[in-house]
């Protein structure tokens, strides 16, 4: 790699430090300011958990100690215990969720970018034709879809109303079906916009026009030469795509009662449980943070235009 | 097509904003007074959206709602929108060591996924803040949570135009003629922006009302007995199997609301290309 190569893996190292150090400085301050907090004197804890806790955060230590050991025992992975659930950790909860929200998402990642090239393609392959302006009102229309609309929608009437679909939890491959829809839809539709602005831009190139002069086809030339050089935009959306899937997750597991982070997340907040919101607070914040910063990287080392730019 | 969708999408937002602000005024029921007599009605003539599990007019109530929806999906984004002029213009203005610095930590900042950052913010918020009245608590801290995990892109958008305006000509005139950095700024860089802001701004509203609905939606936004959108949806869906109208109406008007943002906002975007 060359030397600003590495400048720039330092940068985006220096970045994803830094970010999560203000992830966790932030969650903090929270833990130690909102009122009911682990530390607040008048907090209705039960005193075995208090006392493990202020032992375990080294609340005797002066501000700056506590911030350090603070993160430092984060850094070991280590995020004390559920106050909702005080014979837990908050490790353990995590690991127990995180199996369910990374297959759910993984398998709704796989339809977005398999639906999106097939959509995206197509439209660009019937440019000007009523099929490109159906998909271009169809795909503003899936991007204000909110899964509180869609959701309950979908349940309705292929849970209770035609009874074909199970609604809840996911202990079969059915139980996939509804959840990976409501989730899907929104990523889908801003996926498939971008894959076809890029398309649509490659294909007004000059080497589409010698292409065409050589004889290849339409779709030869797309998926040959036009797709190839349409991938960089799409692999920079891949960041912000799994942001957004995650975000999604949210509510999507609250719906169909996907025992995941998300629903444990939610129920954290309405539990008040602040050191299981900081745990899943660092967690989500960490996992994103780390992939973003690796695909960018992996970002200028596939496309060597970027290198040249900098 | 563009054009007649356009048109739909701006008529409804007419109608839904007039009814927003004027429709609890003008009708006969307020939307909030219980009634036992006229429990989970199915919408008709008398109850033009039904009536929900304490007798209220579930209409009315989708038009209170709408009041809250729309204020922190507005208030929400100019707030984002004054923080990130102030952010953007100060960092393109003053280029260099300052810029740099400003730019790296909007760049921290928008690596931390904004959903946990709402939700967190939120949550902190609600219990921190000094106001009794619990609407204006829920609502000053909905709008705020948002503003600051949205103003970041808006702040970079600015900078880049600044620093492509400062370049201009006439700026250099206005320079050379004596005038200050605020006048100049006030009044020949920020009107050739405004435009474009504008329309970035607008963009936020729709997903402000998606974000206030989710946080309504999971107990973290408004609270009972005030109403959004997010609560209706949130009462509905304690029935959905057997009164599957009480989340119909309030998530159908939502989508609606947000599907004519988007498609004003794409109309407009493509006309003035940007």
Known sequence: MSDTGFRFV????????????????????????????????????????????????????????????????????????????????????????????????????????????????????????????????????????????????????????????????????????????????????????????????????????????????????????????????????????????????????????????????????????????????????????????????LLRVADPRLKEQA | MRKFLFALALVFLGILLFATVFGPWLMATSGLEQNVESILLPAGNEHLFGTDSLGRDLFARVLLGGRISLVVGLVGSLMAFIVGLCYGGIAGWSEGVVDRMLMRFCDILMAIPSFILVSVLCLSLQLLLPFEDPLTRSLISLCVSIAATHWMSLARVTRGMVLEIKRKPFVEAAIALGGSRSHIFVKHVLPNMLGTLLILVAMQIPTNILYESFMSFIGLGIHPPYTSWGILVREGWKTLSSFPHLILFPSLVLFLTVWSFHIVLDYLRVKFKI
């Open chain 1, 10 to 297: 330092l940068k985006k190292l220096f970045e994803m430090l830094a970010s999560l150090v203000v992830l966790a400085a932030l969650t903090f301050f929270l833990l130690k300011a909102l009122p009911g907090g682990p530390f607040d004197e008048d907090t209705a804890l039960n005193p075995l958990v208090k006392e493990k806790l202020s032992e375990h955060w080294g609340v005797q230590k002066s501000a700056l100690g506590q911030v350090g050991s603070y993160l430092f025992a984060v850094a070991q992975g280590d995020l004390g215990i559920s106050m909702a659930k005080p014979d837990r950790t908050v490790a353990e909860i995590i690991a127990q969720g995180v199996r369910n929200t990374l297959v759910l998402n993984g398998i709704a990642l796989l339809c977005i970018l398999s639906g999106a090239f097939i959509v995206a393609i197509a439209a660009v392959r019937f440019r000007g034709t009523w099929i490109e302006a159906f998909v271009d009102q169809m795909v503003i229309a899936f991007l204000s879809l909110p899964s509180l609309f869609w959701g309950p929608l979908l349940i309705y009437f292929f849970g209770f109303y035609w009874n074909l679909l199970p609604v809840a939890f996911l202990s079969s491959p059915a139980h996939y079906v509804l959840p990976v829809l409501t989730l899907s839809l929104r990523p889908l539709a801003s996926l498939i916009r971008l894959l076809k602005n890029s398309l649509n831009e490659n294909f007004q190139q000059d080497y589409v026009r010698t292409a065409k002069a050589k004889g290849i086809g339409v779709w030869g030339i797309l998926i040959q030469h036009v797709l190839k050089n349409s991938l960089v935009p799409f692999l920079s959306y891949v960041g912000p795509l799994i942001v957004s899937l995650l975000s999604g997750s949210f509510l999507v597991e609250v719906l169909f009662a996907v025992p995941g982070l998300g629903t444990e997340f939610i129920s954290a907040l309405n539990d008040r449980d602040y050191t299981l919101i900081v745990g899943l607070t660092l967690f989500y914040g960490s996992l994103l943070i780390v992939v973003n910063s690796v695909i960018d990287v």
